[in-house]
């Protein structure tokens, strides 16, 4: 058994409010979801990577109540969405702009990638990369 590399991969948050999170990545990436509907919006990252925001109440009616309640850590990291960009900076004042909050300005990182911190409405930490 393997992973079949001939689909998207989908990495999927779990938000508060999904019109206001639909909102902020569409004024942060500067495009609109290709999916957007009750419970479920998709934002196509890479040409097989889509970013998916789902309601917190959404996810627990699926798995039928039988995890701890995301809304429970609302504003606590709970993810880390590492994109790699041409600008760190310009995607840094984005984030500020569409209502995230900076944590740290793009500098050069002992691992060598030039990155900008920050997160969105719901606490999930967005980084925004460069390799030098």
């Given at each position: 058994?393997?992973?079949?590399?001939?689909?998207?991969?989908?990495?999927?948050?779990?938000?508060?409010?999904?019109?206001?999170?639909?909102?902020?990545?569409?004024?942060?990436l500067?495009?609109?979801?290709?999916?957007?509907?009750?419970g479920?919006?998709?934002?196509?990252?890479?040409?097989?990577?889509?970013?998916?925001?789902?309601?917190?109440?959404?996810?627990?009616?699926?798995?039928?109540?039988?995890?701890?309640?995301?809304?429970?850590?609302?504003?606590?990291?709970?993810?880390?969405?590492?994109?790699?960009?041409?600008?760190?900076?310009?995607?840094?004042?984005?984030?500020?702009n569409?209502?995230?909050?900076?944590?740290?300005?793009?500098?050069?990182?002992?691992?060598?990638?030039?990155?900008?911190?920050?997160?969105?409405?719901?606490?999930?930490?967005?980084?925004?990369?460069?390799?030098?």
């Amino acid at each position: 058994m393997s992973i079949n590399k001939n689909e998207n991969l989908m990495i999927i948050i779990y938000v508060k409010d999904q019109e206001k999170s639909k909102l902020f990545y569409e004024e942060l990436l500067g495009y609109k979801p290709n999916l957007h509907v009750p419970g479920m919006t998709e934002f196509q990252l890479l040409n097989n990577a889509l970013l998916g925001i789902m309601p917190e109440e959404g996810i627990m009616r699926v798995l039928q109540n039988k995890i701890p309640n995301p809304k429970e850590a609302n504003g606590i990291p709970r993810s880390e969405i590492y994109l790699f960009v041409d600008d760190p900076d310009e995607y840094y004042i984005r984030l500020v702009n569409a209502g995230g909050t900076g944590i740290s300005k793009a500098e050069l990182r002992n691992w060598g990638d030039h990155v900008a911190y920050g997160s969105d409405l719901d606490g999930h930490i967005l980084a925004f990369a460069k390799k030098i």
